[in-house]
């Protein structure tokens, strides 16, 4: 973490069928002065697409949303995503 945020998602935990689309709302609290944009990234997961609305936020903005998609062949299990700002 780059001091001077934190990020938390609204939802800790998803469940998605093959096919399926949900999305997160990620909101971020920033300390007092700070005045940078943000990039957000994850870590890649196999048969999951995964796209920051926006990807890149301005020093004005509090919140991404993170849109996740389970391919038609996504294996089913429980995985484990990191969501990373910078």
Do not use: R
Request: no cysteine; charged share 15%; aromatic share 6%.
């Amino acid at each position: 973490m780059i001091s001077g945020f934190s990020i938390e998602a609204e939802q800790s935990q998803i469940t998605l069928q093959n096919g399926d689309t949900d999305t997160v709302k990620v909101n971020i609290s920033k300390e007092a002065g700070f005045n940078e944009s943000i990039a957000f990234s994850s870590n890649p997961i196999s048969g999951i697409t995964v796209v920051f609305a926006p990807q890149e936020v301005q020093p004005s903005d509090n919140f991404t949303n993170l849109i996740l998609t389970a391919e038609p062949l996504a294996v089913p299990g429980d995985y484990q995503m990191i969501v990373t700002g910078t």
